[in-house]
């Protein structure tokens, strides 16, 4: 099953991916959604209103999860090429709902950086409560998986040994378009996918979603340790090799650069940076306090 959060008059609902459509699943977001009892069973039987795919316009998939929980350094041979040891642990830290975009809204650049860079990752969607869990726990309360592009101000980011406020700015962070329930994808909730990442048409990442060190399973059973995960927190799996960083000399998006970041199985995201300047010379607005900057020209 599929499913996604769309913008429609007066608001947002959830709704299922079906072949002809989009049918609402009587929930304003996912979130909400998650969070009922017979979530699947619910979104499965459903038979609201249906909306034509022509126009569709996608929010955030889940627009105001509880918690965001990312994770770094955990693609095993971008690990490996770096000269680094494979690490014991998770490496874990935060991002904030206000960074989340929709999965075609522009990417907001703040004039305060010079060095967004971008993050392709898998997204794990939470559809149970779950404390401590085991890995059957765990594998149980994974609802599905998403796309999302960590974008991240590196300079910023690294001003201090603690990255988070380079990892959350407003309104740089494309999630969705669809959450894809794991029996559609191979490897079931340990998928194994291609994901790729480009910038104005170059191919920038490629990896196996096999390719992690720490699997959703396990980052569930890690984070569940720390804090109880509820439906609708996401856990961003990591990114792997061939940021902008890496780069000699590093390169960085820049105002008009499109992003285009998919997983096979799953969607695309096809995002465009904006600059303030370039966003006031083609109509786009991105004031503060709007998180879901869009077209308005």
């Known amino acids: 099953m599929r499913l996604a959060t769309l913008r429609v008059a007066g ?29 699947a069973d619910l979104a499965a039987a459903a ?22 929980i990312c994770v770094g350094l955990n693609y095993r041979n971008h690990i490996l090429e ?11 830290f935060a991002k904030y709902a206000d ?12 004039a305060e950086s010079q060095a967004a860079d971008w993050e392709a990752e898998l997204a794990v969607v939470i559809g149970a409560s779950v404390r401590r869990a085991t890995e059957e726990q765990a594998a149980a309360a994974i609802a599905g998986f998403s796309v999302l592009n960590d974008v991240t101000m590196r300079d910023w980011q690294y001003r201090t040994p603690q990255w988070l406020q380079g990892k ?30 480009a910038v104005d048409g170059e191919l920038m990442q490629k990896v196996d979603t096999a390719d992690l060190v720490f699997s959703p399973v396990a ?12 439906p609708g927190d996401v856990i961003a799996t990591g990114t792997p090799g061939g940021v902008g960083h890496a780069h000699k000399p590093p390169r960085y998006l820049a105002g008009g650069s499109r992003l285009v970041t998919e997983i096979a199985g799953i969607g695309r995201l096809d995002n465009v940076a904006v600059s303030e300047g370039w966003a ?15 077209w308005t020209g």
Not at 99 to 110: E, F
Not at 219 to 230: G, K
Not at 280 to 294: K, L, N, Q, V, Y
């Open 11 to 39: 608001g947002t609902r959830a709704v299922r991916v079906d072949r002809n459509g989009y049918v609402d699943v009587g929930a304003a977001d996912v979130g909400e959604l998650l969070g009922r009892d017979g979530w």
């Open 280 to 294: 006031s010379e083609r109509g786009w607005r991105t004031g503060p306090g709007d998180s879901c900057p869009r």
């Open 99 to 110: 960074a989340l975009v929709g999965a075609t809204d522009p990417i907001a650049l703040p």
């Open 47 to 68: 038979s609201g209103p249906t909306y034509p795919p022509d126009g569709a316009e996608f929010a955030p998939l889940v627009p105001r999860p509880g918690k965001i």
């Open 168 to 197: 959350t700015f407003e309104a740089t962070t494309p999630f969705g378009p669809v959450l894809v329930t794991p029996d559609e994808l191979p490897g079931g909730v340990n998928p194994t996918l291609t994901m790729t990442a």
């Open 82 to 92: 770096m000269g680094r040891e494979l690490p014991t642990f998770p490496t874990l």
């Open 219 to 230: 980052l569930v059973r890690y984070a569940s340790t720390i804090a109880t995960l509820r």
